[in-house]
């Protein structure tokens, strides 16, 4: 689906060959990418919904979409997120529970502005993740030797959390080098986009790196406390073989940009 997403949305802006201008024009396309959104709203899946939000921003930027009407969307995003809560909250006063967002939603957001207001509970997950993380040190416990992760004590260690287990394997170096290894593909992807041969596959491959890059700055952002624990998988780390074929999928739609540049 997320092929399908990047593909659509480099589709759609693709058509007005960088220039992307007109305000009716452009309110049409962000519907558009609006209605995958809200489609996977409903199950509800907020992580995969906000990776398809990412792709077509970075859409919307790439494509030429003027600055002005970038700014209002992103003042309305804003916005419509302080009603959901404040509807939410006047809902869950009249009836006694909440009806917009899960409860778990909201401990989630309650949990990243404390972590330490319910470690046995809510917050478990983000303590132990951090836990994990700072007994690695500098070299880590060596392969194979993470206590935190191989315990049981870091939930969701191979997919959600995987960067725990890593972390505590090899230590702060070794985090660091994955880091290096992703920024290294961000700005490969880069500069194949920026060379491709037209507007269709340079949205192409920004698409790709919205999604890679999202995905790394949430999955690591919320191992770490800077970003809401949602359930995003690390790229090309992440167990999970369907997952895995998309990110080599999506390499090659990268390397067929580049070999048709």
């Known amino acids: 689906a997320k092929i399908t997403i990047i593909l659509m949305d480099a589709a759609l802006v693709a058509r007005y060959g960088g220039r992307l201008d007109d305000l009716r024009e452009y309110l049409k396309v962000v519907f558009f990418i609006l209605v995958p959104f809200l489609a996977i709203m409903t199950q509800p899946d907020l992580g995969t919904g906000l990776v398809y939000l990412a792709i077509g921003a970075m859409a919307l930027v790439a494509g030429g979409a ?127 986009a920026r060379n491709a041969g037209d507007l269709f596959g340079s949205l192409i491959v920004m698409g790709v790196v919205a999604m890679w890059l999202f995905q790394i700055l949430e999955n690591i952002g919320m191992d770490i406390g800077l970003m809401p624990v949602t359930g995003i998988p690390l790229p090309f780390m992440s167990y999970g073989s369907s997952f895995m074929m998309v990110n080599f999928a999506l390499l090659g739609l990268v390397g067929s940009v580049y070999a048709h540049r």
């Open 66 to 192: 003027r600055s002005k009407y970038l700014l209002i969307t992103l003042a309305l995003g804003i916005a419509a997120i302080a009603a959901v809560f404040a509807i939410d909250q006047l809902i869950y006063n009249s009836t006694g529970e909440y009806k917009l967002l899960k409860q778990y939603q909201r401990n989630r957001l309650l949990v990243f502005l404390d972590p330490s207001a319910d470690t046995s509970g809510a917050g478990y997950n983000l303590n132990q993740a951090m836990i994990a993380i700072g007994s690695g040190g500098l070299f880590g416990k060596g392969l194979l030797n993470a206590s935190q992760s191989s315990l049981g004590f870091v939930p969701e260690a191979p997919t959600d959390f995987i960067f725990c287990v890593l972390a505590e394997q090899f230590g702060f170096v070794g985090a660091l080098l994955l880091l290096g290894l992703y920024i290294a593909l961000i700005l490969s992807c880069i500069r194949i």
